[in-house]
């Protein structure tokens, strides 16, 4: 899977390089976030993130099972998928702990990419909600965070006013960089880059699974990050909402 | 130094939040949930970094009803129902494949903790104790559930590194590190009144208020009125004290190590446990890291006031932070501080004493607070 489709170039310098995302990474987390295989024990029902409240839904009525069916059913020289979960099954300890998507063997995984783009495209579609995200951003425009945070709060009382919105904030690791995309949906998409200047290529792509967050306090989250050495200065915001937005 | 970048953005994020929250404020309308609970986490976070809020916050605050209150204490009940506890142990690292939700789960549990400092203070300054509030033992307990089954799945390192430049503003006694301790107190232990009546409306301290204590010495009156009127109180708070002493776990706050020493009637005061390497080492590649020892709030002085020591290659270094034009004087051993320096700071350094050492600080009001601490190793 080609995450983004084509190289996209951002305001704030932030390139993202359209790269070929490796199967096994990209599996697993089609596996952990639409299809829910979240290991969160308080997770409720098939879509625990609710991918199928999207427009079009990334995840449909139904599709989880059959797409598990269709996985256990995988099998390519004695090696299976071995999930437990696509049979129904509760992991144990050491499975929790395994990612046995990042390990699959070549056969199983490339046939269980196949299944999750077949008649049941649920892989094609959470690249699509990624792909829509990042484009909208890239032709956004680049504030100063301190504007940014003022101006999400004053919507505190009417959080209505944040549909529409979207931002990214660059987050420093030591070498490395990561962009941390936000949409007023609750979508989080990360890129990574290994040191400063060089293309940034997909990490990961959740819906925040609290759906009682307050959304001002969603997109303050771009105040933190995963232990961060420094945050950028600036932020990138969905054009539209910003100049709608003006204060 | 990280520490104090982590701090400054913390410090500049809140007060541009702070700036649009008083837009939202000023628009018509009541306290409403999402509003007010916006307000109470970043003034939350500001008390955290020890430092006032803007002024509208205070008339702000002022006009909130219980019943606003208590919808905010409702709003945050749902919302942690909601937060995601993982199943099996989970190791947050730079390349690991991700914290997802969790990581907004314990940025947001951190920040209802500062929301949950400015409502204690709310319900304070009207003279309620806080587990009087709607709904107040219910979302403790709520946070208290969270926090213990979050234990299970992350580690110490795994949970700072989720809290990303907020671990700048975590308390030493903070709900991180009570993460996988059992709470020994049962429910319905939590701000019971105290008996028999006639002795004002303010409940026994709850694990909110002494945790405060504990970690920052503020909440003094309330905490320490109480046990002069509980011995029951005073005799487990004194335990306590001693007990997070011996374990090392209430190197903060001098207030709760003053209040014992009364309590005792005891002399002696600080020990700290030397550093791995020994204080007069030769080598000056090795360079020695200065012990440190945070003070927390400093009582008795007009303004917002707390202080650390730094011990190391044979000197003491007393560091005090305030806002600007509090401190008049600083002063340990027989070094004198008149002044604060570049970045705002207040440090007087002497030789390490080998027995007591005089701690003062003057404000310019005239308090005082003055102390001799004995410094020595720990057995």
Not at chain 1, 108 to 113: K, L, Q
Not at chain 2, 293 to 301: E, K, M, T, V
Request: charged share 25%.
């Amino acid at each position: 899977m080609k995450l983004p489709l084509q190289e996209l170039r951002f305001a704030n310098g932030l390139v993202l390089a359209a790269q070929s995302v490796p199967v096994r990474s990209w599996q697993y987390h089609v596996l952990k976030h639409p299809l829910g295989v979240a290991r969160d024990a308080r997770a409720m029902g098939e879509d625990p993130e609710r991918w199928g409240e999207l427009e079009p839904p990334v995840v449909e009525a139904g599709w989880r099972a059959a797409l598990f069916r269709e996985i256990a059913a995988i099998e390519r020289g004695g090696k299976t998928c071995e999930l437990p979960e696509v049979r129904g099954k509760k992991p144990t300890r050491l499975q929790l702990e395994a990612h046995a998507c990042l390990n699959c063997p070549a056969g199983v995984v490339d046939a269980c990419e196949r299944v999750t783009s077949g008649e049941r495209p649920v892989g094609p579609r959470y690249a699509g909600v990624i792909q829509e995200v990042v484009e909208l951003i890239q032709s956004g425009v680049t504030v100063h965070r301190h504007d940014y945070f003022a101006r999400l709060t004053s919507f505190a009382r009417r959080p209505n006013e944040l549909t529409g919105l979207s931002a990214m904030r660059v987050l420093e690791l030591g070498n490395k960089r990561r962009a941390r995309f936000l949409r007023h949906d609750g979508l989080v998409v990360d890129f990574d880059s290994p040191w400063r200047g060089a293309p940034a290529t997909w990490r990961t792509a959740f819906r925040s699974p609290s759906a009682g967050t307050p959304l001002v306090q969603f997109f303050m989250d771009l105040s933190s990050g995963l232990a961060s050495e420094a945050l950028s200065e600036t932020c990138v915001v969905a054009r539209h909402w910003w100049e709608r937005h003006a204060i | 130094m990280q520490s104090n970048r982590y701090r400054d953005e913390l410090r500049e994020v809140t007060r541009a939040g702070l700036r649009g929250l008083e837009r939202a404020a000023a628009e018509p309308g009541g306290a409403e949930p999402l509003l007010l609970c916006n307000v109470l986490e970043r003034v939350g976070d500001l008390h955290r970094l020890r430092e006032r809020a803007p002024a509208w916050v205070d008339a702000f605050l002022v006009g909130v009803s219980e019943s606003e209150i208590a919808a905010v204490i409702s709003t945050y009940r749902n919302e942690v129902a909601g937060w995601p506890v993982p199943e099996g142990l989970i190791r947050i690292e730079e390349d690991g494949p991700g914290d997802d939700g969790l990581g907004f789960a314990v940025r947001r549990r951190d920040q209802v903790e500062s929301a949950i400092r400015t409502l204690t203070d709310w319900s304070l300054q009207r003279r309620r104790a806080p587990v009087q509030l709607t709904g107040w033992a219910e979302l403790l307990g709520a946070l208290r559930e969270w926090d213990e089954a979050i234990a299970k799945a992350l580690d110490r390192a795994s949970a700072e590194n989720l809290l990303s430049i907020r671990i700048a503003i975590a308390e030493p006694r903070g709900w991180l590190a009570r993460l996988g301790e059992p709470d020994a107190r049962s429910p319905e232990d939590v701000g019971e009144p105290l008996a028999p009546a006639g002795l004002g409306s303010f409940g026994r301290p709850d694990d909110a208020v002494l945790q405060r204590y504990l970690s920052t010495g503020e909440l003094k009156a309330y905490v320490e009125g109480y046990a002069s009127r509980s011995p029951e109180f005073a005799s487990m708070l004194a335990e306590t004290i001693e007990t997070l002493w011996d374990i090392g776990e209430l190197r903060g706050a001098i207030v709760p190590r003053l209040w014992l020493k009364r309590h005792l009637a005891a002399a002696q005061l600080l020990n700290y446990a030397p550093p791995a390497i020994p204080l007069a080492a030769a080598d000056e590649e090795t360079a020695l890291e200065g012990h440190r020892i945070d003070l927390g709030a400093i009582p008795g002085l007009s303004g917002a006031v707390d202080a650390e020591l730094e011990i190391g290659r044979g000197m003491v270094t007393l560091r005090v932070h305030s806002e600007a034009g509090v401190v008049r004087r600083v002063q340990a051993g027989t070094t004198v501080t008149d002044a604060a320096g570049d970045g705002g700071d207040w440090i007087a350094e002497c030789p390490l004493p080998s027995g007591s050492l005089r701690l003062r600080i003057e404000d310019r009001s005239g308090s005082v607070f003055e102390e001799e601490l004995e410094l020595h190793e720990a057995p």
